[in-house]
């Protein structure tokens, strides 16, 4: 089965950074599209960042240059460096995958930017 398990979460300070990781098993790695989202207590769900199997990379307009995403198809992981943390990114960090009309998340990993 699909399994999605993030990792690499934490409290840091404002400007500070954070590396998390996401390691898929269950899927041909280098051939799917993989996902970062984020969920702050009280909001939606919201798209952090992707990168398809060819390496192209986009990102949500909050993230202006701070975050960037990227993947290890030897080691079954993608990876979402975050710099120039700010309170604002607080939140539960997930990865996604999608597999026809199925989507899975991992557990998510908390971040919290804080003083």
């Known amino acids: 089965q699909i399994q999605l398990v993030e990792s690499g979460g934490g409290l840091v300070q404002p400007g500070g950074s954070l590396r998390l990781s996401c390691a898929a098993s269950?899927?041909?790695?280098?051939?799917?599209?993989m996902g970062w989202y984020r969920q702050a207590p009280g909001n939606q769900r919201e798209y952090v960042a992707g990168?398809?199997?060819?390496?192209?990379?986009n990102y949500g307009d909050f993230v202006k240059g701070r975050f960037t995403i990227s993947r290890d198809n030897a080691k079954n992981t993608v990876n979402l460096q975050m710099d120039s943390l700010k309170p604002e990114d607080t939140g539960v960090y997930y990865c996604?995958?999608?597999?026809?009309?199925?989507?899975?998340w991992g557990q998510g990993t908390q971040v919290t930017v804080s003083s």
């Open positions: 996604n995958v999608n597999r026809g009309v199925q989507s899975y």
């Open positions: 990168i398809s199997s060819d390496g192209s990379t």
């Open positions: 269950g899927i041909i790695f280098k051939m799917r599209a």
